[in-house]
């Protein structure tokens, strides 16, 4: 079991930059893939960003490549979403979610944070 919490959303400019957080809870951190999601009013949630146990190999959805990087360090069990070059569109509530497999789709992850609002003003 793991249990994940997210920190880091705010207000931002558009052009601006953020630097979103998840701690996790639990010895086997290693173990699970971790990924950021986001949900914007009206919308279903949509995939953002996942990495690998070993941190070896991400991936992204094309609408963030370029201008978000996630990372994670196993040591501290925390993962992070590093976003720059922010846009209006990216206004959502971020997720932070863990599974022990590799999906862009939400419904195959077992384990949620309870999401940070981030707000990109035009």
């Known amino acids: 079991q793991v249990q994940l919490v997210e920190s880091g959303g705010g207000l931002v400019q558009a052009g601006g930059s953020l630097r979103l957080s998840c701690a996790a809870s639990g010895r086997t951190f290693s173990f699970y893939v971790m990924g950021w999601f986001r949900q914007a009013p009206g919308k279903e949630r949509e995939f953002v960003a996942a990495i690998s146990g070993s941190g070896g190999s991400t991936y992204y959805a094309d609408s963030v490549k370029g201008r978000f990087t996630i990372s994670r360090d196993n040591a501290k069990n925390m993962v992070y979403l590093q976003m720059n070059s922010l846009k209006p569109e990216d206004t959502a509530v971020y997720y932070c979610?863990?599974?022990?497999?590799?999906?862009?789709?939400?419904?195959?992850?077992?384990?949620w944070g309870q999401g940070t609002q981030v707000t990109v003003s035009s």
């Open positions: 979610a863990a599974d022990q497999s590799l999906s862009r789709r939400p419904s195959q992850y077992d384990h």
